[in-house]
């Protein structure tokens, strides 16, 4: 069983960048992909960003592309998202998760979800 530790929120200015990462453990998390996940206050948790096992393949919300990067390093355990040219619209708590289903952008097809961490993002 994967556990996944989220870290890297924060309080940022608008137009400004954090860099949030997800530890995980056990010897099975280069087999998976995994996925960033965020709820703001009163809505549904939407997908932000994924990547497969590999790191050869990456997907991203409307939301966020051109402004977000996913990445992993395997070898640390690690997967990352560079969050850059943040807007308040950004502010959520911020979830990590492994893929286990079918969809890439589904919440529903992911397992294992950490504790989040919190990014606001002030005007």
């Known amino acids: 069983q994967v556990q996944l530790v989220e870290s890297g929120g924060g309080l940022v200015q608008a137009g400004g960048s954090l860099r949030l990462s997800c530890a995980a453990s056990?010897?099975?998390?280069?087999?998976?992909?995994m996925g960033w996940f965020r709820q703001a206050p009163g809505k549904e948790r939407e997908f932000v960003a994924a990547?497969?096992?590999?790191?050869?393949?990456?997907y991203y919300a409307d939301s966020v592309k051109g402004r977000f990067t996913i990445s992993r390093d395997n070898a640390k355990n690690t997967v990352y998202l560079q969050m850059n040219s943040l807007k308040p619209e950004d502010t959520a708590v911020y979830y990590c998760?492994?893929?286990?289903?079918?969809?890439?952008?589904?919440?529903?097809?992911?397992?294992?979800w950490g504790q989040g961490t919190q990014v606001t993002v002030s005007s």
């Open positions: 998760a492994v893929k286990r289903g079918l969809y890439y952008t589904d919440s529903l097809s992911f397992g294992s």
């Open positions: 056990g010897r099975t998390f280069s087999s998976y992909a």
């Open positions: 990547i497969s096992w590999s790191g050869g393949s990456t």
